[in-house]
Structure formats: structure tokens, C-alpha cells
């Protein structure tokens, strides 16, 4: 524990409480700062109840501190402002992996379980075992290979019929497709537009008990604006350019390193001095095997749920013209790369190799959060092996042959914990959604 001996540092004069304070005075919110664990943490706390209890923060004050402390010493505060719109910070749901706990359900991002499918590909190879093919085109591709997902994410709904959250095999295909185009755009493309980087962003602060505040917003801003290698007194000087507060350097290197742990910056490992960044959000360009990839993913799903003759015209209307559509983007990009350089064989097993990858770490990330495992899961290989994957009762996974690259390998997700009954409404989802405890689901792979 740290223990907070004031802000800003200093020494400190003797002041006198003011005459009819409560219980929430000055000397008690210094005591009470002893129980988070840095500074920090301790700001962040005052500021959160400041703007849910009082007033929005007045940054036109010199110290957050003395503010928030002169509004918590009032006699009578002010009574809570009412908000016509919810705060920037406001939660925002995202699921929907719908895996059932006893008398809960736990609710999985879609685009979680693609990221913890790019974890998991990141660590593969070893001496025993190849690495991935093309890794600087394949680990986007699959961690980026649901990305469609985010935008429904926001809105989850429940199931018209049975009151419960849809998951993601109970879609309608008219929403499915239309999810679908929207992850090969991305995986295409190779970049993300800056509402997207902002929601991982958020996400990813939210997932450390963190809000996405104005002030890391602004510096995000700046920071995924900028070209080239840059520092923290680049992203500075910018900000001086914009005009209105001033930040401190420590405020923008803290952003700075949370914005690379989140993956949207990259770390210049060539300069040891300082930190210096790159910004991963703008990559080479687009190229035609990640989105053939992609495609092909997502055709073989289309061509499975057109199998169903039980579907409404609606739905097998959207999954003909989506097959379509991507029938002849496939034929445009196997075609782009030929022109790359490629012979038609070295072409057509680079599209075999990388789709064949994608399927498998997809299958290995649903079959982590889809349900608590017991059993051993044997699976074959995109590169003709087989691997088994047994659940112990240590709650570890042995792994035979083990493939990655460390002694040992801990991979996560954050899931949401609801009752599992029905719900009246989207909006009911939405409340317990927004009421309900993040949940951290944690796999540890061993040595068999």
C-alpha cells in the first residue's frame, strides 16, 4: 500500500476546519486515502464521487483536490445535477457469449473472445513447434476477425420469444451479415477508424477499473492523430498548439503507456533512454489476404446456417446476396494476390494456411469461453498435427504437445455475471448490465 501524504507535495500548513462540517471532512478524506493503493487511485475516487454526487469538476481550479475537498466539507452540499445525456464515461455493455454459471450467466464480448484468440495465437511456436505463417498478417486477422461485433456490442438484446439475451448463434441473418461485412472491412482494411481505437481504448481502461475522462481523451486525441515515432513532450507540444489546459508530463506518459498496453500504440524498442511511440492504429495498408481470410470465415458460417430450410425468406434472402457478394470479393482478391508476386500454388496455400489458422483459434477461444471444461479436447492442427488440451483438477490445462512459447501461459477475459432469468426489455439487459460486477475469467496452460 502507498500511503498518500498529500497533493500537491509540500510541505503542508496547519488549516482550521470550518465550523459546522460533517463527518466527511477535510482530515478524514486524508485518512481515508490510505486505503487505495496509489495516488492515483485515490484522485480518480474523489473525482468519480464528485461528478455522480456534486458537481461536474471545475478544472478552472488550481488543485482537483482542494476543489473536490471544499465541495466535501460543505454544511449542506449541493443536491445532484440532473444529466440530460449520461457522462462520457457512462458504462457501455458489450457481449454477447452467453455461458451459463449455476444460477448466473456469465456474458462474453465477441470482440474479447477474438482478442483472447490473438493472445493465444501471439504465444504460438516454440523449439518444437513452427510459428505461425505470415504473423505480421495473420495475428490481426484473428484478433481483429469480430471487430463487426463492437458497434451491436453497445446495444445488446434479448431473445423476443424467451426473454433472454441473444447470444451470438441465435442472431437473426439480416443482423448476422450485415456484422459480418463490417469484421472483413476491418480485417481488409488493416486499420481501425478512431471511434473504434477510442471503444478499445475505453474498453480496455474499464477492464483496470478505469475511466475513459476528458483529460485522456483529449491526450488519446493528439497521440492517434500523429505520424511518424513520437514522445511525450511531442504529444505536449501538440496539445500547447490546441490551446485551453495545460497537462502534465506524468498525466501524458501514463496515457501514452496505457494507450500501448491497450495495442494502439507500439514502443520503439530501439531507443532505451526514453519511450517512444509509433502509432498502430495506421499500418501498411490494405492487403488481400486478411480479408480473404476473414471472408472465408464467415462464408463457411454463412453456407452452414443456409442449410437450415426453417429460416424466413428474410434471412435466407441476406445469407444468398452475402454469399454472393463475397464469392466474387474472394475471386478479386485471390486475383490481388497473384499480383503480388505470388504463383497460383504459393497463393492458394498462403489463403489455405491462413484461413485454416483462423478457424482454429477461433475454435480454441470458444471452446475457453463458452463453458467450464472437464473433459479433454483433441484438435487437429492447421499444419497436419494434433494437440490435446486436458482440464486438471489444479484448474489448468495441460497441453500435449505444448506449442507456446513461455514455460507456462495465462490468458483471460472479462465477462459480466447476470441472474439467469428472463427480462422484460433491451433496456432491462442494459440495467443489468450496467448494475453487474465484471467478472475475470482466467486460463493457465501447462506442460502435460
Same mark, same amino acid.
Given at each position: 500500500?502507498?500511503?498518500?501524504?498529500?497533493?500537491?507535495?509540500?510541505?503542508?500548513?496547519?488549516?482550521? @476546519?470550518? #465550523?459546522?462540517?460533517?463527518?466527511?471532512?477535510?482530515?478524514?478524506?486524508?485518512?481515508?486515502?490510505?486505503?487505495?493503493?496509489?495516488?492515483?487511485?485515490?484522485?480518480?475516487?474523489?473525482?468519480?464521487?464528485?461528478?455522480?454526487?456534486?458537481?461536474?469538476?471545475?478544472?478552472?481550479?488550481?488543485? +482537483?483536490?482542494?476543489?473536490?475537498?471544499?465541495?466535501?466539507?460543505?454544511?449542506?452540499?449541493?443536491? *445532484?445535477?440532473?444529466?440530460?445525456?449520461?457522462?462520457?464515461?457512462?458504462?457501455?455493455?458489450?457481449?454477447?457469449?452467453?455461458?451459463?454459471?449455476?444460477?448466473? %450467466?456469465?456474458?462474453?464480448?465477441?470482440?474479447?473472445?477474438?482478442?483472447?484468440?490473438?493472445?493465444?495465437?501471439?504465444?504460438?511456436?516454440?523449439?518444437?513447434?513452427?510459428?505461425?505463417?505470415?504473423?505480421?498478417?495473420?495475428?490481426?486477422?484473428?484478433?481483429?476477425?469480430?471487430?463487426?461485433? $463492437?458497434?451491436? @456490442?453497445?446495444?445488446?438484446?434479448?431473445?423476443?420469444?424467451?426473454?433472454?439475451? #441473444?447470444?451470438?448463434?441465435?442472431? *437473426?441473418?439480416? @443482423?448476422?451479415? =450485415?456484422? %459480418?461485412? #463490417?469484421?472483413?472491412?476491418?480485417?481488409?482494411?488493416?486499420?481501425?477508424?478512431?471511434?473504434?481505437?477510442? =471503444?478499445?481504448?475505453?474498453?480496455?481502461?474499464?477492464?483496470?477499473? &478505469?475511466?475513459?475522462?476528458?483529460?485522456?481523451?483529449?491526450?488519446? @486525441?493528439?497521440?492517434?492523430?500523429?505520424?511518424?515515432?513520437?514522445?511525450?513532450?511531442?504529444?505536449?507540444?501538440?496539445?500547447?498548439?490546441?490551446?485551453? $489546459?495545460?497537462?502534465?508530463?506524468?498525466?501524458?506518459?501514463?496515457?501514452?503507456?496505457?494507450?500501448?498496453?491497450?495495442?494502439?500504440?507500439?514502443?520503439?524498442?530501439?531507443?532505451?533512454?526514453?519511450?517512444?511511440?509509433?502509432?498502430?492504429?495506421?499500418?501498411?495498408?490494405?492487403?488481400? %489476404? +486478411?480479408?480473404?481470410?476473414?471472408?472465408?470465415?464467415?462464408?463457411?458460417? =454463412?453456407?452452414?446456417?443456409? &442449410?437450415?430450410?426453417?429460416? +424466413?425468406?428474410?434471412?435466407?434472402?441476406?445469407?444468398?446476396?452475402?454469399?454472393?457478394?463475397?464469392?466474387?470479393? !474472394?475471386?478479386?482478391?485471390?486475383?490481388?494476390? $497473384?499480383?503480388?508476386?505470388?504463383?497460383?500454388?504459393?497463393?492458394?496455400?498462403?489463403?489455405?494456411?491462413?484461413?485454416?489458422?483462423?478457424?482454429?483459434?477461433?475454435?480454441?477461444?470458444?471452446?475457453?469461453?463458452?463453458?467450464? #471444461?472437464?473433459?479433454?479436447?483433441?484438435?487437429?492442427? *492447421?499444419?497436419?498435427?494434433?494437440?490435446?488440451?486436458? +482440464?486438471?483438477?489444479?484448474?489448468?490445462?495441460?497441453?500435449?504437445?505444448?506449442?507456446?512459447?513461455?514455460?507456462?501461459?495465462?490468458?483471460?477475459?472479462?465477462?459480466?455475471?447476470?441472474?439467469?432469468?428472463?427480462?422484460?426489455?433491451?433496456?432491462?439487459?442494459?440495467?443489468?448490465?450496467?448494475?453487474?460486477?465484471?467478472?475475470?475469467? !482466467?486460463?493457465?496452460?501447462?506442460?502435460?
Amino acid at each position: 500500500m502507498v500511503t498518500i501524504t498529500g497533493y500537491p507535495q509540500g510541505p503542508r500548513k496547519r488549516r482550521r @476546519e470550518p #465550523r459546522g462540517t460533517d463527518d466527511m471532512t477535510l482530515s478524514s478524506v486524508r485518512r481515508t486515502s490510505r486505503i487505495f493503493a496509489s495516488r492515483e487511485d485515490f484522485l480518480c475516487g474523489l473525482c468519480a464521487f464528485a461528478s455522480e454526487a456534486f458537481v461536474p469538476l471545475d478544472t478552472s481550479y488550481p488543485s +482537483p483536490v482542494r476543489f473536490i475537498t471544499a465541495i466535501l466539507i460543505r454544511s449542506h452540499p449541493r443536491p *445532484p445535477k440532473l444529466r440530460s445525456t449520461p457522462p462520457a464515461f457512462a458504462f457501455r455493455p458489450r457481449l454477447m457469449i452467453r455461458r451459463d454459471d449455476g444460477e448466473s %450467466w456469465l456474458l462474453i464480448s465477441q470482440v474479447d473472445h477474438a482478442h483472447l484468440a490473438g493472445d493465444l495465437a501471439a504465444a504460438w511456436g516454440n523449439a518444437q513447434t513452427p510459428p505461425l505463417p505470415e504473423p505480421t498478417l495473420l495475428l490481426p486477422a484473428i484478433r481483429d476477425h469480430d471487430e463487426g461485433w $463492437r458497434a451491436w @456490442e453497445k446495444s445488446p438484446r434479448i431473445h423476443p420469444d424467451t426473454g433472454i439475451p #441473444r447470444e451470438f448463434l441465435e442472431m *437473426p441473418m439480416t @443482423e448476422a451479415v =450485415a456484422i %459480418w461485412r #463490417r469484421s472483413i472491412e476491418v480485417c481488409h482494411r488493416r486499420e481501425r477508424s478512431l471511434c473504434d481505437a477510442f =471503444a478499445v481504448f475505453e474498453h480496455f481502461l474499464a477492464t483496470r477499473s &478505469k475511466r475513459l475522462t476528458p483529460d485522456r481523451t483529449s491526450i488519446a @486525441e493528439v497521440a492517434l492523430a500523429l505520424s511518424g515515432t513520437f514522445d511525450a513532450e511531442r504529444v505536449a507540444e501538440r496539445m500547447a498548439h490546441r490551446g485551453g $489546459r495545460s497537462y502534465s508530463l506524468s498525466t501524458i506518459y501514463r496515457t501514452l503507456g496505457w494507450l500501448a498496453d491497450a495495442g494502439l500504440l507500439t514502443r520503439d524498442p530501439r531507443v532505451r533512454d526514453r519511450h517512444v511511440y509509433r502509432n498502430a492504429a495506421h499500418p501498411a495498408g490494405p492487403s488481400p %489476404w +486478411p480479408g480473404l481470410w476473414v471472408s472465408r470465415h464467415f462464408t463457411h458460417l =454463412a453456407e452452414l446456417a443456409r &442449410k437450415h430450410s426453417d429460416r +424466413p425468406e428474410p434471412d435466407r434472402n441476406a445469407l444468398d446476396a452475402f454469399l454472393t457478394d463475397q464469392y466474387a470479393l !474472394q475471386a478479386a482478391w485471390r486475383d490481388s494476390g $497473384r499480383l503480388e508476386g505470388a504463383d497460383e500454388a504459393a497463393a492458394h496455400s498462403s489463403e489455405e494456411r491462413g484461413y485454416r489458422w483462423l478457424q482454429f483459434f477461433d475454435r480454441l477461444s470458444l471452446w475457453l469461453c463458452c463453458a467450464e #471444461r472437464t473433459h479433454t479436447e483433441p484438435m487437429t492442427r *492447421p499444419d497436419e498435427g494434433s494437440i490435446h488440451f486436458t +482440464p486438471l483438477k489444479s484448474g489448468e490445462i495441460a497441453v500435449e504437445p505444448f506449442p507456446f512459447n513461455t514455460l507456462e501461459l495465462t490468458v483471460s477475459v472479462s465477462a459480466r455475471r447476470i441472474p439467469a432469468k428472463p427480462l422484460d426489455s433491451d433496456e432491462a439487459l442494459c440495467g443489468a448490465l450496467a448494475s453487474s460486477i465484471p467478472t475475470q475469467l !482466467q486460463w493457465t496452460f501447462v506442460r502435460w
